[in-house]
């Protein structure tokens, strides 16, 4: 691990795959240095790869473009939402364990409550404990007492239902309430552990990487992961093999907090996933 300038690495890679949440905004404002830095970046190839279950339209309509991020910066955006709709009209043999429970149609959705184009688009029909073939976990209510979805999630687990988790973040640093709030991939890691099966879509799973960088040909040596979250932007890159950046600001807001010892050296050389590059944040 070498901590540099985000500039320092500029002419070593042709293509920047940039997480959002720590990287470009933190959910309220995007970050003073954005444009300058996209600006800089038009000659090379910029990609979104995001967790979150939005798909394109929705990431350009409700985020970018609320926070003044113009989407042209970018040759590609690319999101677990955006992959599940992929996912469900392929026919590729890869994604059977997808489709054996998409084409089900009846699922118990677990959702923050707003309209969601990927699920009407896919065409699924969410109903209840009883009815449900399977879970679709795609978002939650920040807010909302953890406590009750594991009484929800506990009911469903006997009815061995799987689930498909299409954001496998645990936790972010809200901008808006400027605090931590609970996503969607914590509900998933403890209906695994109380016997669930869940399938996930999404960093740091190597499918959504082969997705976003479809029909380019870049070297995989030229090629960098920019992100602020160590199991899911820096372990994703290392199990698709290409070189990745830490962003010490938002690692330092969003995941820190996790580790009891906050010493930032013993953490980062205990990670299983180490980053390549150490860089502050991605201004020029």
């Not at 406590?147 to 239902?161: N, P």
């Not at 960098?224 to 010490?248: E, H, P, R």
Request: hydrophobic share 40%; net charge positive.
């Amino acid at each position: 691990m070498k901590v540099v300038k985000f500039k320092d690495l500029l002419n070593r890679f042709d293509c920047f795959l940039f997480d959002q949440w720590g990287v470009i905004h933190d959910g309220k404002k995007k970050f003073p240095f954005i444009d300058k830095t996209l600006t800089k970046l038009q000659s090379k190839c910029c990609i979104i790869i995001s967790n979150t279950s939005q798909n394109e339209i929705e990431a350009k309509r409700d985020t970018l473009k609320k926070l003044t991020i113009s989407h042209t910066y970018f040759n590609k955006i690319v999101t677990s939402g955006e992959y599940l709709e992929h996912i469900a009209i392929s026919k590729e043999k890869k994604f059977i364990k997808f489709n054996k429970f998409l084409k089900l149609k009846k699922c118990y959705l677990i959702t923050n409550g707003s309209k969601n184009e990927v699920f009407k688009n896919i065409g699924l029909k969410k109903t209840n404990i009883k009815s449900a073939k399977f879970i679709l976990a795609m978002s939650v209510k920040p807010f909302e007492n953890f406590d009750k979805y594991k009484k929800i999630l506990d009911q469903l687990v006997l009815k061995k239902l799987t689930m498909l988790c299409s954001n496998p973040d645990k936790f972010v640093f809200d901008g808006k309430v400027k605090q931590f709030v609970l996503q969607v991939g914590t509900l998933a890691e403890y209906y695994k552990k109380i016997g669930g099966n869940v399938i996930y879509i999404g960093k740091p799973y190597i499918g959504i990487f082969t997705y976003s960088l479809k029909n380019l040909s870049f070297k995989k040596n030229r090629i960098l992961m920019i992100g602020d979250n160590t199991q899911t932007d820096i372990a994703g890159a290392k199990k698709f093999g290409i070189k990745s950046a830490l962003v010490l600001d938002g690692f330092n807001q969003n995941e820190l907090n996790n580790y009891k010892n906050k010493d930032l050296n013993l953490i980062l050389k205990s990670l299983p996933a180490k980053p390549n590059f150490i860089i502050k944040n991605i201004s020029i």
